[in-house]
Protein backbone atom coordinates (compact mmCIF):
# COMPACT_ATOMS: atom_id res chain seq x y z
CA UNK A 1 0.00 0.00 0.00
CA UNK A 2 1.41 3.38 -1.09
CA UNK A 3 2.30 5.61 1.80
CA UNK A 4 -0.16 8.76 2.05
CA UNK A 5 -0.66 11.50 4.11
CA UNK A 6 -2.62 14.77 5.11
CA UNK A 7 -1.44 18.38 5.43
CA UNK A 8 -4.73 20.18 5.93
CA UNK A 9 -6.69 19.32 9.14
CA UNK A 10 -8.15 21.47 12.07
CA UNK A 11 -8.96 20.30 15.75
CA UNK A 12 -11.00 22.06 18.75
CA UNK A 13 -8.31 24.42 18.84
CA UNK A 14 -10.09 26.60 15.95
CA UNK A 15 -13.42 25.15 14.25
CA UNK A 16 -12.76 21.18 14.35
CA UNK A 17 -14.61 18.95 16.52
CA UNK A 18 -11.83 16.91 17.51
CA UNK A 19 -9.15 17.13 19.78
CA UNK A 20 -5.68 17.42 18.95
CA UNK A 21 -4.69 14.28 20.57
CA UNK A 22 -7.94 12.14 19.02
CA UNK A 23 -6.59 13.68 15.47
CA UNK A 24 -3.97 11.63 15.93
CA UNK A 25 -5.29 8.62 16.86
CA UNK A 26 -7.24 8.88 13.96
CA UNK A 27 -4.71 9.60 11.30
CA UNK A 28 -3.19 5.97 12.86
CA UNK A 29 -6.44 4.11 12.43
CA UNK A 30 -6.74 5.42 9.32
CA UNK A 31 -3.21 4.70 8.25
CA UNK A 32 -1.61 8.07 7.74
CA UNK A 33 2.36 8.45 7.40
CA UNK A 34 1.75 12.15 8.66
CA UNK A 35 -0.96 14.53 9.48
CA UNK A 36 -0.64 18.10 9.64
CA UNK A 37 -2.48 20.24 12.26
CA UNK A 38 -3.22 23.64 10.64
CA UNK A 39 -5.95 25.42 13.10
CA UNK A 40 -7.36 28.77 11.56
CA UNK A 41 -5.03 31.56 13.13
CA UNK A 42 -4.17 30.14 16.23
CA UNK A 43 -1.10 27.79 17.63
CA UNK A 44 -3.10 26.80 20.21
CA UNK A 45 -3.32 23.00 19.68
CA UNK A 46 -0.03 22.36 18.65
CA UNK A 47 1.89 21.52 21.94
CA UNK A 48 -0.96 18.91 22.55
CA UNK A 49 -0.77 17.45 18.41
CA UNK A 50 3.06 17.22 18.99
CA UNK A 51 2.82 15.52 22.34
CA UNK A 52 0.71 13.21 21.01
CA UNK A 53 2.33 12.63 17.93
CA UNK A 54 5.61 11.46 19.80
CA UNK A 55 3.70 8.55 21.54
CA UNK A 56 2.25 7.63 17.63
CA UNK A 57 3.74 6.35 14.55
CA UNK A 58 2.19 9.02 12.50
CA UNK A 59 4.73 12.25 12.00
CA UNK A 60 3.22 15.00 13.04
CA UNK A 61 3.52 18.37 11.29
CA UNK A 62 2.88 21.77 12.95
CA UNK A 63 1.07 24.44 11.20
CA UNK A 64 -1.59 26.73 11.13
CA UNK A 65 -3.91 28.67 8.84
CA UNK A 66 -4.01 31.68 8.50
CA UNK A 67 -6.74 33.77 7.16
CA UNK A 68 -5.86 36.49 4.62
CA UNK A 69 -6.81 38.96 1.74
CA UNK A 70 -5.72 40.21 -1.72
CA UNK A 71 -7.94 42.55 -3.76
CA UNK A 72 -10.83 42.25 -1.81
CA UNK A 73 -10.88 38.40 -1.92
CA UNK A 74 -10.18 35.96 0.96
CA UNK A 75 -7.69 33.54 0.96
CA UNK A 76 -6.13 31.02 3.04
CA UNK A 77 -2.63 30.71 3.28
CA UNK A 78 -1.47 27.57 5.05
CA UNK A 79 2.02 27.61 6.94
CA UNK A 80 3.83 24.24 7.71
CA UNK A 81 7.03 22.91 9.93
CA UNK A 82 6.82 25.93 11.90
CA UNK A 83 9.80 25.06 14.84
CA UNK A 84 7.79 25.17 18.60
CA UNK A 85 10.06 28.14 19.28
CA UNK A 86 8.22 30.47 16.89
CA UNK A 87 4.73 29.10 17.88
CA UNK A 88 4.28 32.33 19.99
CA UNK A 89 5.31 34.41 17.59
CA UNK A 90 2.20 33.63 15.25
CA UNK A 91 -0.66 34.64 18.34
CA UNK A 92 1.42 37.61 18.27
CA UNK A 93 1.18 38.38 14.32
CA UNK A 94 -2.23 37.98 14.40
CA UNK A 95 -3.48 39.40 17.81
CA UNK A 96 -5.02 42.44 15.98
CA UNK A 97 -6.94 40.57 12.88
CA UNK A 98 -7.74 38.35 16.31
CA UNK A 99 -9.34 40.99 17.96
CA UNK A 100 -11.03 42.10 14.60
CA UNK A 101 -12.82 38.55 14.10
CA UNK A 102 -13.82 38.72 17.83
CA UNK A 103 -15.83 41.80 17.30
CA UNK A 104 -17.35 40.43 13.90
CA UNK A 105 -18.47 37.14 15.41
CA UNK A 106 -20.00 39.06 18.48
CA UNK A 107 -21.30 41.37 16.11
CA UNK A 108 -22.69 38.70 13.92
CA UNK A 109 -24.61 36.78 17.26
CA UNK A 110 -26.22 40.60 18.13
CA UNK A 111 -27.33 40.99 14.96
CA UNK A 112 -29.17 37.41 14.63
CA UNK A 113 -30.91 37.99 18.18
CA UNK A 114 -32.43 41.22 17.30
CA UNK A 115 -34.05 40.17 14.58
CA UNK A 116 -35.61 37.75 16.84
CA UNK A 117 -33.15 34.55 16.03
CA UNK A 118 -33.20 32.44 18.89
CA UNK A 119 -29.43 32.47 19.84
CA UNK A 120 -27.29 33.55 22.65
CA UNK A 121 -23.29 34.95 22.82
CA UNK A 122 -23.05 32.19 26.07
CA UNK A 123 -24.32 29.30 23.99
CA UNK A 124 -22.13 29.62 21.32
CA UNK A 125 -18.80 30.21 23.42
CA UNK A 126 -20.27 26.96 25.76
CA UNK A 127 -20.36 25.03 22.34
CA UNK A 128 -16.41 26.20 21.45
CA UNK A 129 -15.71 25.09 24.88
CA UNK A 130 -14.94 28.83 26.08
CA UNK A 131 -12.74 29.56 23.61
CA UNK A 132 -13.53 32.40 20.85
CA UNK A 133 -15.74 31.68 18.74
CA UNK A 134 -16.64 31.72 14.86
CA UNK A 135 -19.08 31.22 12.55
CA UNK A 136 -19.11 27.32 12.30
CA UNK A 137 -20.06 27.27 16.25
CA UNK A 138 -22.96 29.99 15.57
CA UNK A 139 -23.80 27.90 12.55
CA UNK A 140 -24.72 24.40 14.55
CA UNK A 141 -26.10 26.68 17.31
CA UNK A 142 -28.54 27.40 14.55
CA UNK A 143 -28.96 23.69 13.59
CA UNK A 144 -29.85 22.48 16.95
CA UNK A 145 -32.41 25.47 17.34
CA UNK A 146 -33.51 24.37 14.05
CA UNK A 147 -33.75 27.44 12.63
CA UNK A 148 -31.38 25.86 9.77
CA UNK A 149 -31.14 22.00 9.03
CA UNK A 150 -27.38 21.51 8.57
CA UNK A 151 -24.12 23.68 8.57
CA UNK A 152 -23.75 24.44 5.21
CA UNK A 153 -27.22 26.04 4.84
CA UNK A 154 -26.50 28.09 7.81
CA UNK A 155 -23.35 29.43 5.75
CA UNK A 156 -24.95 29.69 2.15
CA UNK A 157 -28.05 31.82 4.07
CA UNK A 158 -27.87 33.64 7.12
CA UNK A 159 -24.01 33.54 8.20
CA UNK A 160 -23.39 34.51 4.12
CA UNK A 161 -21.55 37.76 4.00
CA UNK A 162 -23.85 40.32 2.18
CA UNK A 163 -26.89 38.86 3.53
CA UNK A 164 -26.87 41.43 6.57
CA UNK A 165 -25.66 39.61 9.48
CA UNK A 166 -22.07 38.50 9.24
CA UNK A 167 -19.72 41.31 8.33
CA UNK A 168 -16.01 39.56 7.57
CA UNK A 169 -13.53 41.72 9.93
CA UNK A 170 -10.11 43.25 8.14
CA UNK A 171 -7.68 40.57 7.54
CA UNK A 172 -4.02 40.32 7.07
CA UNK A 173 -2.70 40.63 3.29
CA UNK A 174 -1.84 37.38 1.59
CA UNK A 175 1.54 38.78 0.79
CA UNK A 176 2.22 39.83 4.80
CA UNK A 177 1.19 36.29 5.67
CA UNK A 178 3.24 34.44 3.16
CA UNK A 179 6.51 36.69 4.32
CA UNK A 180 5.92 35.89 7.45
CA UNK A 181 5.55 32.02 7.12
CA UNK A 182 8.88 32.07 5.44
CA UNK A 183 10.81 34.79 8.03
CA UNK A 184 10.49 31.74 10.36
CA UNK A 185 11.30 29.28 7.98
CA UNK A 186 8.08 27.44 7.84
CA UNK A 187 6.46 26.82 4.35
CA UNK A 188 3.89 28.65 2.47
CA UNK A 189 0.86 27.03 0.55
CA UNK A 190 -2.28 28.42 -0.93
CA UNK A 191 -5.22 26.63 0.70
CA UNK A 192 -7.77 25.15 -2.12
CA UNK A 193 -6.77 28.03 -4.24
CA UNK A 194 -9.62 27.91 -7.14
CA UNK A 195 -12.02 28.11 -3.92
CA UNK A 196 -11.18 31.40 -3.78
CA UNK A 197 -9.71 32.84 -6.86
CA UNK A 198 -10.26 31.78 -10.34
CA UNK A 199 -7.78 30.49 -12.66
CA UNK A 200 -7.65 34.39 -14.25
CA UNK A 201 -7.05 35.75 -10.91
CA UNK A 202 -4.32 33.55 -9.82
CA UNK A 203 -2.64 34.39 -13.20
CA UNK A 204 -2.13 37.38 -11.40
CA UNK A 205 -2.20 36.81 -7.48
CA UNK A 206 0.60 33.51 -7.73
CA UNK A 207 3.31 35.21 -9.13
CA UNK A 208 3.72 38.35 -6.04
CA UNK A 209 3.13 35.01 -3.77
CA UNK A 210 5.45 33.46 -5.59
CA UNK A 211 7.75 36.78 -5.09
CA UNK A 212 7.45 36.75 -1.28
CA UNK A 213 8.36 33.55 -0.77
CA UNK A 214 5.23 31.26 -1.70
CA UNK A 215 5.88 27.22 -1.87
CA UNK A 216 3.53 25.67 -3.50
CA UNK A 217 -0.27 25.32 -3.95
CA UNK A 218 -2.83 22.64 -2.99
CA UNK A 219 -3.61 20.62 -5.58
CA UNK A 220 -5.25 17.67 -3.83
CA UNK A 221 -8.03 19.26 -2.22
CA UNK A 222 -11.24 17.40 -0.91
CA UNK A 223 -13.89 19.87 -2.73
CA UNK A 224 -12.04 20.19 -5.98
CA UNK A 225 -13.33 18.03 -9.24
CA UNK A 226 -11.33 16.45 -11.50
CA UNK A 227 -11.01 19.75 -13.67
CA UNK A 228 -10.14 21.93 -10.72
CA UNK A 229 -7.35 19.42 -10.05
CA UNK A 230 -5.88 19.47 -13.03
CA UNK A 231 -6.32 23.09 -13.49
CA UNK A 232 -4.45 23.11 -9.83
CA UNK A 233 -1.55 21.08 -11.50
CA UNK A 234 -0.78 23.25 -14.06
CA UNK A 235 -1.23 26.58 -12.78
CA UNK A 236 1.67 24.37 -10.04
CA UNK A 237 3.44 23.37 -12.93
CA UNK A 238 3.37 26.88 -14.61
CA UNK A 239 4.85 28.71 -12.12
CA UNK A 240 7.40 26.10 -10.60
CA UNK A 241 5.49 25.91 -7.05
CA UNK A 242 5.31 22.71 -5.29
CA UNK A 243 2.24 20.81 -4.53
CA UNK A 244 0.67 20.11 -1.15
CA UNK A 245 -2.98 18.74 -0.25
CA UNK A 246 -5.24 17.62 2.28
CA UNK A 247 -8.76 16.96 3.65
CA UNK A 248 -9.67 20.03 5.37
CA UNK A 249 -11.22 17.98 7.93
CA UNK A 250 -13.32 19.26 10.60
CA UNK A 251 -14.93 16.30 12.10
CA UNK A 252 -18.71 17.12 12.92
CA UNK A 253 -18.26 20.17 11.52
CA UNK A 254 -17.81 19.11 7.94
CA UNK A 255 -20.11 15.96 7.66
CA UNK A 256 -18.73 13.48 5.40
CA UNK A 257 -15.74 14.78 4.86
CA UNK A 258 -12.90 11.56 6.52
CA UNK A 259 -9.64 12.28 7.36
CA UNK A 260 -6.77 11.42 4.53
CA UNK A 261 -9.42 10.51 2.36
CA UNK A 262 -12.20 13.63 2.41
CA UNK A 263 -15.21 12.53 0.14
CA UNK A 264 -13.28 9.14 -0.84
CA UNK A 265 -11.45 11.38 -3.76
CA UNK A 266 -8.43 12.32 -1.84
CA UNK A 267 -5.27 10.92 -1.45
CA UNK A 268 -2.05 12.90 -0.38
CA UNK A 269 1.44 10.75 -1.67
CA UNK A 270 3.80 11.16 1.13
CA UNK A 271 5.77 12.79 -1.09
CA UNK A 272 4.27 15.91 -0.68
CA UNK A 273 5.04 15.51 2.99
CA UNK A 274 8.78 14.97 1.86
CA UNK A 275 8.82 18.37 -0.35
CA UNK A 276 7.00 20.20 1.79
CA UNK A 277 9.23 19.77 4.82
CA UNK A 278 12.29 20.55 1.95
CA UNK A 279 11.09 24.08 1.75
CA UNK A 280 11.62 24.43 5.27
CA UNK A 281 13.91 24.90 7.70
CA UNK A 282 12.44 22.45 9.67
CA UNK A 283 15.48 20.32 10.22
CA UNK A 284 18.15 23.58 10.61
CA UNK A 285 19.97 23.16 13.61
CA UNK A 286 19.44 26.65 15.32
CA UNK A 287 22.89 28.52 15.40
Not at 125 to 138: I, M, Q
Not at 143 to 161: H, R, S, T, Y
Request: net charge negative; with cysteine.
Amino acid sequence: MKQFCDLHSHSTFSDGTNTPEELVSLAEEKGLSALALTDHNTSGGLKRFMEAGKKSRVITIPGCEFSTEWNGKEIHVVGLFFKEKYWPEIDDFLELAHIAKVNSNTRLIDLLAADGYDITFEEVSALSGGKDFNRSHVARVLVQKGVVQNVPEAFAGLLKEGNGYYFPPKRITSIAAVRFIKTFGATAIIAHPLLNLNEEELRVFLPEAKAAGLDAIETEYTEFTPEMKKTAVSLAEEFSLKQSGGSDYHGLAKPGIDLGTGRGNLFVPYSFYEDMKACSEYDKKDD
